[in-house]
């Protein structure tokens, strides 16, 4: 076991990498460790632990033509390890091409991260013990159990408690860390009738134990959306409003954020890359990227490469006001990073949002589904078919059917489809319910029309 | 896998992390108390490499080493499970420790000794050179070439972006009943994404290709295959640029051979693993021996198969990999089993046990799964329906386990009119109910044919290669979700 503190990991790194040829380099070594829980019924299923250290090194080699670089990654921090890694990363640095965009940002650091309190590490919780993240999830489990007769078997209800340290540093200084902690709990409870079997979650998640919602609560809550499915069934091929609740609905603020992703935007590989400044969606929908909302789940102090990190307005009503940019992918289009690098040991920065979501507006759900004559409101989403370059959407859904104002029945075994730009414009009602269940968080969306298949 | 390798792999874990035979045996005696019935370790090095391609240039190039162990302790259903990114003595006996946690008394059963050798005198993927060890500048210059003729193919081409991957996995297993089993697997995979623009901008659509498998670098590089990737890519890309929108409804669907085998993946393969039977929250719990597809039809999972993405040698609980048949002319007769669950349901193990890494538990996953060939000939099967839409190549699908509702999307599908090929289509998603789609089937064509190896299943946060495979099938009134009512 090394003796060695995060920061003088990287700190070797860096040295390693320079003794080894590279002219510039950056590492970063997330250290983590977690605890697991499953339990079913009233029997432990699993109980899992885990540790693990990963060190990643980018070595950059300057040129005539710009930069060539390669990263190389490993568990094995002992230091002979990390020198032997240095030394890999910087002989397959010099066999990729310079890039003139490539490099270590100019400036841009963050300077305030040391007294920065953003929420994220919680050490009063560090020595929560595994029986007591067990009896949550029993507690979710037997209250997922009593809410109905019909709830008489499960997937199981899984908590987990997590603490992590990130540490990045780069050769023009910059050397920071922090750390964050994490628990969740989460409940899948099976409920069956003639009809047949039906499943759903509930989940809650928070950088402490207090943030968390009740484990009774979280077992109620995932019967409640278990229970309203049994029964469902297709219905005929029809055109009509679609309601996207809070589980749903961060789903397409997912794809947008993938679509105003730089690198999309520089290989031209969405169907927005043409589209910064102009109204590209209702002007109900204002989405924002926080990366220092307090106590945020995708909060940070500074990004994957050291840059300050801060509030992006992305979408504000409905005009596309900013991409998602890391350093190399803002070179690329003649811009300034807007601190959203996500960074995983092994890779090379990518962007990411970090807390990202849609505005809420005034309605509740129940108000929009009751101003709905006839449509249908989704609370599940499968399969993938969403192409980013075109926009074309098509995915799987199950929900509840609602005729006059109200819901009738469960639905199945339908897709809905439509192009996600004309879905973006046709956003006709945002609710109040904004629910954090990620990083990325949006209320209730209704589009106005889509079309729905089925075999009914 | 040969003896010679399998010690060599022994050898391996003992030479550079200093595991004596005693020290193993130590472990598993920590973990074993009065209620464990059984525990075992798994240990892994993985080395894996990536060049990836985008404007013309290999920009960024990279390299991983993983290691680690983990330990887990068995009793019953409850499962207690510990690794750590360090292997040595201390960190496998605090792991031990914490694994035995699920059960609270100690002392009892003893470690036999791992003497018995699991693993089947086989190698499937025997490799050369590990593709790890093939040159970075070799792969650079492959990714430079396949930009270069996916270009020349056509001048609509706006964007490639191609990469080259490739691993090698060194496990070892060791369970307190004696079991020592390892294995030693290759993977290598292209990847390739093409972008097509009409000359005049109005339009832009993509082409995705990828192949791999088992097998050595010098194989992924032989230009006959590569160059057929590279123009599929291409022809998909520029055929999407004159797409028309997909239609909505039920209707009947003829699916390509191949990788349109995913339908038997999403649709069937998941509804049978053991873990979901034995807690009944399968669409399929307790259906044995009863019709679930037409006659004809018969589906297998099989880790045998030589140099597939899917393959193993041994599954990673050292349970050596079979074929299991899964539905035989129409009849369902089999799962696919861990240790843990084929004990609990006293069904026989069927190789299957599979995790992601040595920091995941074991779970029953599939292999390489496809539905054996019929006998019609694929022009006839198309020739038999009169409206309907034909797919050749998907993208990603997913299942709902309980319900037993699919969904897959299309990346390649063509409108069928009075028997012949129409308009191609975009955005075609299917979706159908598991337990009662392969009930649909009305004609198996003779061509199966095997995915070209690329298959990633996602189970619980795990992800594990597979492979798939399908004869040219007609289904009827399954449901497409297109946008057109």
Redesign the interface.
Known sequence: ?TALSGREVVAHALDAARLAGADAADAVLIEGDSTEVRV?GD????????????LGIRSLLAGKEGRS????????LAAE?VER?AR??V???R???P?PA?GLPEGGFAEDWEKLDLGLAHPEDRGVH?ESRIQDAMDAESAARRMDDRID???GSQASSGHSRITYGNSLGFLGGYESDSHSLFSEP?AHDDA????DYWMTLGHSLAELENPAEVGRRAAERCLR?LG?R?IP???VPVIFDPVTAPSLLRQLAGCVSGYAVY???S?LSESLGEPIASPLLTAVDDARRPGGLGSRPFDGEGQVTRRNVILEEGQLQSWLLDTYSARKLGLASTGNAIRSA???PSVGPSNLWFEPGKASLEEIISETPRGLLVT?L????F?P??G?????A?GLWIEGGEIQHPV????????FGDMLRDVDAVGSDLLWLGRVASPSLRVSRM?V???G | MSSRDRSSVIGFFNEHFGLEERALTAALDTTLARQVDYADLFFEHTSEDAVVLEEGIVKSGDRHIEQGVGVRAVARERQGYAHSDEITVESLQGAAQTARAISQESGGVRALSATSGGSPDRDLYPVEQPPTEASVERKVALLGEIDSYARSLDSRVTQVMASCVTQYRQVMMVGSDGTLASDVRPLVRLNLQVIAEKPDGSRREVGSQGMGGRYDFDTLSQPEGWKKLVGEAVRIATLNLEAQPCPAGSMSVILGPGWPGILLHEAIGHGLEGDFNRKKTSAFSGRLGERVASEGVTVVDDGTLPARRGSINVDDEGTPSQRTVLIEDGILCGYLQDRLNADLMGMPRTGNGRRESYAHLPMPRMTNTFMLAGQESPEDVLRSVDQGIYAVSFGGGQVDITSGKFVFSANEAYRIENGRLGAPLVGATLIGNGPDVLTRVSRIGSDLELDPGVGTCGKDGQSVPVGVGLPTLRLDGLTVGGTQG
């Not at chain 1, 047949?196 to 499943?199: F, V």
């Not at chain 1, 499968?382 to 078919?385: A, F, L, P, T, V």
């Open positions: 076991m079913r029997a432990i299923d699993f109980v899992k632990q885990a540790r693990g250290r990963t670089s390669a990263i190389a990654s490993t568990s094995d390890a890694m890999e990363s002989a397959v640095a066999a990729t091409a890039d490539a595994v078997n499960s997937e099976v047949g079997m039906q499943r499915r469902a297709p091929t029809c055109e290989r031209k590989s169907f092994g890779s090379p599940e499968i399969g993938m078919g192409n370059v075109t074309d959407y098509s995915r799987g199950a199945e075994e339908i897709t809905i489809a439509a192009n079309t298949a089925g075999a």
